[in-house]
C-alpha cells in the first residue's frame, strides 16, 4: 500500500477526495490514496488543498464514465464538514466492531448518513464498504437521506393498513416525494389504531382526511 501525503485540506476538498477514491475498486483504493494524494499536495504547491485542486485531477486524469460520476457527486455533496470523521474515528478507533458507535456519531453530528461519510470511514478504517452499507441499511436508527424539516411517519399496522381504503398511505408519499422539505417513515403500529389510518406529523397524530389536509399545508 502506498504512503498517502500528508495534505491539509480546505472547504469541501477532503470530502471530494474520498468521492474520487470512492470510484477505485476496495483492494487498490490504498495504492491509489497514495498516488492521487502526492498529485494533489504537488497541485496545492505546500499550501492547503482546494476544491479546485481536487477537480482538476479529475478532470485531467480520471477517465470516463468516472469521471462524470464523480463530477455529478461532487455537485451533490452535502455541506457537513469531513473532519467530524477524524474525530469520530479517532474517538473509537478503527476496529470493524467499533462500527455501530462510528455511525451513530455521525447520525448525531450530521443528523444522518451522507454517501460521502461512509465512503469516508470505509476509506479511514479499511472497513468493507459493503459492510458498512449492510449495517446502515439494516437498522432502521439510520437515515441514509437526510431528514426533512417535516417529518411524517405513516403506520403501516394492520389496522391502519385496513382502514386506509382511501389510499392516503400512497397520496402521502407522492407528496413527501415531490418536497424536500417532508421526510417519511414507515412503521409498524403506533398505539392509536382508533385513529386508524393513522399517520404522526412533527409529532403529532392525526387520522385521515385530517392528515391528509395537514400534508398539503406543508412546504
Ligand atoms: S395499526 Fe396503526 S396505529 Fe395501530
Redesign the pocket.
Known amino acids: 500500500m502506498s504512503e498517502a501525503t500528508a495534505i491539509t485540506w480546505s472547504g469541501k476538498s477532503e470530502a471530494m477526495f474520498e468521492i474520487m477514491l470512492g470510484e477505485v475498486p476496495e483492494a487498490m483504493r490504498g495504492m491509489f490514496r497514495g498516488k492521487l494524494s502526492a498529485v494533489i499536495a504537488q497541485k496545492a504547491q505546500g499550501g492547503p488543498a482546494a476544491e479546485d485542486h481536487v477537480t482538476a485531477v479529475v478532470t485531467e486524469i480520471v477517465p470516463e464514465p468516472f469521471k462524470s460520476n464523480i463530477l455529478k457527486k461532487f455537485k451533490e455533496l452535502g455541506d457537513f464538514d469531513i473532519k467530524v470523521i477524524d474525530t469520530i474515528i479517532e474517538k473509537h478507533g478503527t476496529s470493524q466492531d467499533k462500527l455501530m458507535y462510528i455511525l451513530h456519531d455521525i447520525q448525531d453530528e450530521v443528523g444522518y448518513l451522507p454517501v460521502e461519510a461512509l465512503r469516508a470511514v470505509c476509506n479511514k478504517t479499511g472497513i468493507h464498504l459493503s459492510t458498512i452499507y449492510n449495517v446502515a441499511t439494516f437498522y432502521k436508527t439510520f437515515k441514509l437521506t437526510r431528514p426533512g424539516s417535516h417529518h411524517v411517519k405513516v403506520?403501516?399496522?394492520?389496522?391502519?393498513?385496513l382502514s386506509d381504503k382511501n389510499g392516503l398511505a400512497r397520496q402521502i408519499e407522492d407528496k413527501v416525494n415531490a418536497s424536500p422539505a417532508v421526510s417519511m417513515e414507515k412503521t409498524?403500529?403506533?398505539?392509536?389504531?382508533d385513529?386508524?389510518?393513522?399517520v404522526e406529523i412533527d409529532g403529532r397524530i392525526y387520522k385521515g382526511d385530517e392528515a391528509k389536509a395537514k400534508i398539503a399545508t406543508l412546504a
Do not use: K, R
Not at 155 to 161: L, M, V
Not at 188 to 193: P, S, T, V, W, Y
Not at 195 to 198: K, M, Q, R, V, Y
Open positions: 403506520c403501516c399496522g394492520t389496522a391502519c393498513h409498524l403500529c403506533m398505539g392509536c389504531c385513529c386508524s389510518p393513522a
